[in-house]
């Protein structure tokens, strides 16, 4: 390899560093997926899609949003504060489903008064990653259970 092709292959690793890494915080849901899952947890726990709201947003600030009037998040929040935005909806009473990695769903949730909806979903992302993902809802009286119906969907 000549001096010019390392000086570009160093150059590109140099930028590289700098470009913002994807993280499972960054794994926005594809609108087919979410609809799909939105319409399950709909019918499944007798939810008025009219309530529906989606404060994960890029930018967004779920703790300042207006859950008024018998709202009901169905969202993909970011995975990193799972354990936080359980506490945060528990504590307020306010009814949710979320989207919830099956890595950490039992540790992340299960102190936080949340239900854990077990699924074998393995999700593709907008960013490309493939998340094997579950439910967190406090919907239901079990504290775990499965849904094979929403696995199939």
């Not at 926005?28 to 994960?56: L, M």
């Not at 600030?61 to 799972?82: A, H, M, Q, R, T």
């Not at 359980?86 to 950490?104: E, Q, V």
């Not at 769903?105 to 699924?119: E, K, Q």
Request: hydrophobic share 35%; aromatic share 14%.
């Amino acid at each position: 390899m000549g001096i010019r092709q390392q000086t570009i292959d160093d150059y590109g690793a140099f930028v590289e560093k700098f470009k913002p890494k994807k993280t499972t915080d960054d794994c926005y849901t594809p609108p087919e997926v979410y609809e799909t899952i939105k319409d399950w947890a709909c019918r499944e726990y007798g939810i008025d899609p009219s309530k529906v709201v989606r404060p994960f947003y890029p930018g967004g600030d779920y703790e300042s949003f207006d859950y008024s009037d018998g709202k009901v998040v169905v969202d993909n929040p970011p995975f990193s504060i799972l354990s936080k935005i359980c506490a945060f909806y528990r504590d307020r009473g306010i009814p949710f489903f979320l989207f919830a990695p099956n890595l950490t769903i039992f540790s992340s949730t299960s102190r936080n008064g949340a239900h854990m909806l077990v699924t074998d979903c393995a999700i593709e992302y907008a960013n490309g990653a493939i998340v094997n993902t579950s439910f967190v809802t406090s919907f239901g009286d079990d504290l775990i259970r499965t849904a094979p119906d929403l696995t199939k969907l």
